[in-house]
Protein backbone atom coordinates (compact mmCIF):
# COMPACT_ATOMS: atom_id res chain seq x y z
CA UNK A 1 0.00 0.00 0.00
CA UNK A 2 1.86 3.56 -1.04
CA UNK A 3 2.55 5.62 1.92
CA UNK A 4 2.93 9.69 2.13
CA UNK A 5 6.39 8.79 1.45
CA UNK A 6 5.48 6.98 -2.19
CA UNK A 7 3.11 10.15 -2.95
CA UNK A 8 5.66 12.62 -2.14
CA UNK A 9 8.73 10.85 -4.52
CA UNK A 10 5.77 10.33 -7.42
CA UNK A 11 4.72 14.59 -6.79
CA UNK A 12 1.18 13.13 -5.81
CA UNK A 13 1.42 15.64 -2.72
CA UNK A 14 3.53 18.42 -2.23
CA UNK A 15 6.98 18.45 0.18
CA UNK A 16 9.69 20.98 0.60
CA UNK A 17 12.83 18.67 -1.33
CA UNK A 18 16.11 19.02 -0.29
CA UNK A 19 17.82 16.46 -2.23
CA UNK A 20 17.12 14.09 -4.83
CA UNK A 21 19.05 11.65 -7.18
CA UNK A 22 18.14 8.39 -8.66
CA UNK A 23 18.13 6.12 -5.66
CA UNK A 24 16.55 8.70 -2.46
CA UNK A 25 14.67 11.66 -2.06
CA UNK A 26 15.08 13.88 0.55
CA UNK A 27 12.39 16.48 2.13
CA UNK A 28 12.10 18.35 4.75
CA UNK A 29 9.48 16.57 8.02
CA UNK A 30 6.40 18.66 8.28
CA UNK A 31 6.69 18.11 12.37
CA UNK A 32 9.92 19.00 12.84
CA UNK A 33 11.57 17.79 16.01
CA UNK A 34 14.54 19.96 15.89
CA UNK A 35 15.30 23.61 13.80
CA UNK A 36 16.51 21.00 11.41
CA UNK A 37 14.79 17.99 10.52
CA UNK A 38 15.09 16.13 6.91
CA UNK A 39 13.85 12.65 5.93
CA UNK A 40 15.86 10.52 3.53
CA UNK A 41 13.99 8.15 1.96
CA UNK A 42 14.87 5.39 -0.59
CA UNK A 43 12.82 4.85 -3.75
CA UNK A 44 12.68 1.86 -3.47
CA UNK A 45 9.91 0.13 -1.23
CA UNK A 46 11.53 -1.04 2.00
CA UNK A 47 8.59 -0.98 4.34
CA UNK A 48 11.26 -1.19 7.18
CA UNK A 49 14.74 -1.44 8.55
CA UNK A 50 13.95 -5.13 9.83
CA UNK A 51 12.49 -5.85 6.61
CA UNK A 52 15.73 -5.15 4.94
CA UNK A 53 17.61 -7.32 3.42
CA UNK A 54 21.91 -8.11 2.67
CA UNK A 55 20.72 -6.95 -0.80
CA UNK A 56 19.46 -3.74 -0.01
CA UNK A 57 22.54 -2.71 2.32
CA UNK A 58 23.78 -0.36 -0.30
CA UNK A 59 20.21 1.57 -0.58
CA UNK A 60 20.92 1.92 3.08
CA UNK A 61 24.44 2.90 3.19
CA UNK A 62 23.38 5.46 0.52
CA UNK A 63 20.89 7.38 3.23
CA UNK A 64 23.24 7.85 5.84
CA UNK A 65 25.78 9.10 3.23
CA UNK A 66 23.15 11.31 1.15
CA UNK A 67 22.26 12.77 5.29
CA UNK A 68 26.11 13.70 5.91
CA UNK A 69 26.93 15.06 2.69
CA UNK A 70 23.71 17.58 3.15
CA UNK A 71 25.23 18.65 6.55
CA UNK A 72 28.43 19.10 5.13
CA UNK A 73 26.77 21.14 2.06
CA UNK A 74 24.32 22.87 5.04
CA UNK A 75 27.33 23.72 7.19
CA UNK A 76 25.90 22.38 10.47
CA UNK A 77 28.34 19.09 9.85
CA UNK A 78 31.16 20.44 12.03
CA UNK A 79 28.35 21.12 15.04
CA UNK A 80 26.72 17.75 15.11
CA UNK A 81 24.02 16.05 14.11
CA UNK A 82 21.80 12.94 15.17
CA UNK A 83 20.34 10.31 12.16
CA UNK A 84 18.08 8.07 13.28
CA UNK A 85 15.90 5.20 11.98
CA UNK A 86 12.68 3.92 13.68
CA UNK A 87 11.45 0.40 12.96
CA UNK A 88 7.96 -0.98 13.80
CA UNK A 89 5.60 0.23 16.18
CA UNK A 90 7.35 0.23 19.45
CA UNK A 91 10.30 2.01 17.97
CA UNK A 92 8.26 4.36 16.72
CA UNK A 93 7.84 4.56 12.98
CA UNK A 94 4.97 5.91 12.02
CA UNK A 95 5.15 5.70 8.38
CA UNK A 96 5.76 2.52 6.94
CA UNK A 97 8.31 2.94 4.06
CA UNK A 98 12.08 2.88 5.71
CA UNK A 99 13.27 6.66 5.97
CA UNK A 100 16.33 8.05 7.85
CA UNK A 101 15.72 11.60 10.23
CA UNK A 102 18.57 13.76 10.25
CA UNK A 103 18.56 16.32 13.00
CA UNK A 104 20.90 19.34 13.63
CA UNK A 105 20.63 22.92 14.13
CA UNK A 106 20.80 22.72 18.33
CA UNK A 107 22.61 20.92 20.52
CA UNK A 108 21.63 17.10 21.54
CA UNK A 109 18.60 17.03 23.97
CA UNK A 110 17.25 20.78 23.67
CA UNK A 111 15.11 19.42 20.76
CA UNK A 112 12.51 17.12 21.21
CA UNK A 113 14.59 13.39 21.13
CA UNK A 114 16.61 12.17 24.17
Known amino acids: MPTIF ?3 IRREIPA ?7 HLIAFRDIAP ?5 VLFVPKESIPTLDAATPSQ ?10 AADYARREGFAADGYR ?3 NCNDHGGQTV ?3 HLHLLAGAPLGRFGTP
Open 33 to 37: QAPVH
Open 57 to 66: AETIGRLALA
Open 96 to 98: YQM
Open 16 to 22: EIVHEDE
Open 83 to 85: IVM
Open 6 to 8: HKI
